[in-house]
């Protein structure tokens, strides 16, 4: 029997995923011990609902509190041949006991299995999406799973990433070796406990059939893990785990290898903090201890590692002791690793120079950055605060835009550079004002009086940010970044109160810095020429008068992805079908979201279809389209404006809604139009189309009234004058 050892403190959606993962197992020979510690989070529903299954019996810890308290009890407890620890935030895919027990034969103390990383929940992870964008691709594609100490130890290069997790134990090792966890260790208490029971196995075999899944957290701010702790509070616990690890083994591989560690973390990580480090500790008890530590570490441990020539010529001054030449020698490793990062890293070497000769030249006062969508295009709020700007005020200000690329075509005298170029860090360091629809970079150095502008891109229908419970795009740190990088607006635009609500949670904004202007983009489609403007864009685009236009603007999904801020898309809808029916009548405009990087061949379907993803302004093609037909883009709030008809195409709802994302609205009653789950609803829809508006027209009215309550055709004054004064 297997004893599988679950600590438990708070987070109840985590501890779903790690016991419906163990309840799902196909090898049933379990029991599952959860250990509860403290009041938060009672688990008891959670172990009603799986504890036939899973086999749970629920002990709570007394008196003390943390996982290696948790984790002894566990074996206290244990019934079972076998151990293995599960952490409440992790799962393991559902062949794992099964293989890990097929391995283990009678002199086989350890068998481990894959251990993966991923920020996503169990319902995402199991379709595949997850695996290939764990982070961990290229450092095991030079790992031979088959060694146990290169994938099991080698592999982490810090003290925090040891786990003995992923590994399935003979529960008389821990008896023989009377191995238990550091109580008073809050962090790094696996150190010791790996160094004993992998120092001290018989046999250690590993079967890749079983994987292990921890789980990071993505929310740092409300719901940090234990290893997201800062290096200042878990230093102690650095020093106590080195203690306690360094000879607990004869095995000398393991030995060598947790003085490389503490070795790196001298050269690696701790010059910075002892330079900058605003915390005391670092300078004086911090900076003893270590030297203290380091007096037994062999410098031959250090070679064929890592580290760098440099590096360990640090180390051994810090060997020795000497705290004169610990510092002298760290001044210039510290020199010598800016040197190299800017020589190889353009965007260091541009960051280097602002700060040293950019930032002490005086501000421009009249100068004005604007960017869209990163660069991609002259579209969106920033286009129409700047028309209307160039309009009132002409050559008062100079006006810089950002582009990522050629080819843009901005109206109006204005200067322009590429984003990222050495006149982009230039240009943002000596303007006193900033523009732009989506989130600056933490990258770019940013003067104090410099006023940023955030006008955002669209009223929220999925949720955001800190209003999400889990992430699932590519950038594991998502909350993290936004969160710092939303402390540099001074200003963020919303269309409607709803947005001025939302925008306090999912940005953690003040409310008395939110414009609740209404759009600038908007502004256009309440011109008093506006057929007149939409027969120009037709014709610009080449599209007959007499068609009638079918927009189609779905957004991206988090989980199919290339890399952060690259993602693929698959096509649902079909075309082909839609060209058969509506050919004569319509052209379907295919408008995919600017984080989309596929582009999809559109030339079998001829003049039906028109690629206007690369077409900058969405707001001219809500000027010329007769239908709008989204999922869950935003795009649906701006179009509404039109009061024309909106279908809703969610053939993925359930994943969408339940996995991925979530709503603010209840989608089902405040749509202005309604939802189809497939091509044939959708093709009938569009035959219908004048009953659908028909039947819904209260619906579009009530929708209009509460979303697109301030647009009236002059969002752009207002926050001009807001803002500029």
Known sequence: MISIIVTHKKSLAYLEDALGSIAEQNYKDIETILVYDGNEDDPSGLVEKYKDDAKITMYRLEGKSGVAAGRNLGLEKAKGEYIMF????????????????????????????????????????????????????????????????????????????????????????????????????????????????????????????????????????????????????????????????????????????????????????????????????????????????????????????????????????????????????????????????????????????????????????????????????????????????QKEFGNKYTYIWLKDRKGIKIKGKHKSCKRWSLKYFYYMNRSKYWVTNMRQPLSIPRRDETICLSTWHGTPLKKLVFDMEDIHSANPKYKEVVYKQTRGWDYLISDNPFSTEVFQSCFQFEKEKILESGYPANDPLYAKDLEERAAKIKKKLGIPQDKKLILYAPTWRDDEMYDAGEYKFSLALDIDRLKKEFGDEYVLLLRLHYLVVDRLDMSSFGDFTKDVCNYDDITELYMISDMLITDYSSVFFDYANLKRPILFFMYDLEKYRDVLRGFYLDIEKDLPGPIFRTNDELVEAIKDIDKITAENKEKYQQFYDRFCCVDDGFAAKRVVEKVFK
């Open 86 to 389: 599960l952490d409440n935030d992790d799962y393991m895919c559902g062949e794992s006991l099964k293989a890990l027990v097929d391995t283990m034969d009678d002199d086989t103390d350890i068998v481990y299995g894959q251990v993966r990383n991923t920020w996503f929940k169990r319902a995402a992870y199991v379709t595949g999406q997850a695996e290939a964008y764990d982070g961990e691709e290229e450092v095991l594609a030079n790992i031979d799973f088959n060694n146990y100490f290169d994938y099991c130890i080698g592999r982490y290069k810090r003290f925090q990433k040891v786990t003995v997790l992923g590994c399935l134990y003979r529960k008389s090792l821990f008896e023989k070796y009377n191995i238990t966890f550091n109580e008073e260790q809050i962090y790094y208490a696996d150190v010791q406990v790996m160094a004993k029971l992998f120092g001290n196995a018989r046999k250690i075999k590993g079967t890749e059939d079983a994987v292990y899944v921890r789980r990071r957290h993505n929310d740092k701010q409300a719901n940090p893990s234990l290893s997201q702790a800062t290096l200042y509070e878990t230093m102690p616990s650095l020093f106590s785990a080195y203690r306690e690890a360094i000879g607990e083994t004869s095995n000398k591989q393991i030995n060598d290898y947790i003085q490389y560690m503490l070795g790196r973390f001298i050269a690696v990580e701790f010059p910075r903090r002892h330079k900058w480090g605003e915390e005391p500790e670092w300078k004086n008890e911090f900076f003893d201890e270590l030297i203290e530590l380091a007096k037994n570490i062999n410098p031959k441990v250090l070679k064929g590692k890592d580290l760098k020539l440099r590096d360990v010529n640090y180390i051994k001054t810090f060997i020795k002791g000497d705290k004169a030449k610990i510092i002298k020698k760290q001044k210039s490793l510290l020199a010598m690793r800016k040197m190299a990062r800017m020589f190889t890293d353009k965007k260091q070497m541009y960051k280097t120079i602002t700060l040293y000769i950019f930032q002490k030249m005086p501000l421009k006062e009249n100068w004005i950055v604007f960017e869209s969508f990163m660069g991609r295009n002259c579209s969106g709020q920033p286009k129409y605060i700047y028309e209307y700007m």
